[in-house]
């Protein structure tokens, strides 16, 4: 498969991530697509993870 198609494939505008994936398979470790996910965070209150909540809504 050519590289370009990659890229296409899986939406990726830049080669170094293609890179880094490479790099990391050669070098045996594993690697995840991490992409849509939000920071897991805990919260003191109710009013913290409304707000976050909030700015993750406003971020979208």
């Known amino acids: 498969m050519e590289i370009t198609n990659v890229y296409g494939e899986i ?7 293609i ?3 490479v ?3 050669q ?3 594993a690697f995840e697509n991490y992409r ?6 805990y919260f003191s209150n109710l009013d913290e993870k409304e707000q976050d909540l ?6 979208l």
């Open 23 to 25: 790099e990391n398979h």
């Open 36 to 41: 849509g996910r939000w920071v897991k965070k």
């Open 11 to 17: 939406d990726i505008k830049s080669n170094a991530h």
């Open 27 to 29: 070098n045996g470790k």
């Open 19 to 21: 890179r880094k994936w």
């Open 54 to 59: 909030r700015a993750q809504v406003k971020y």
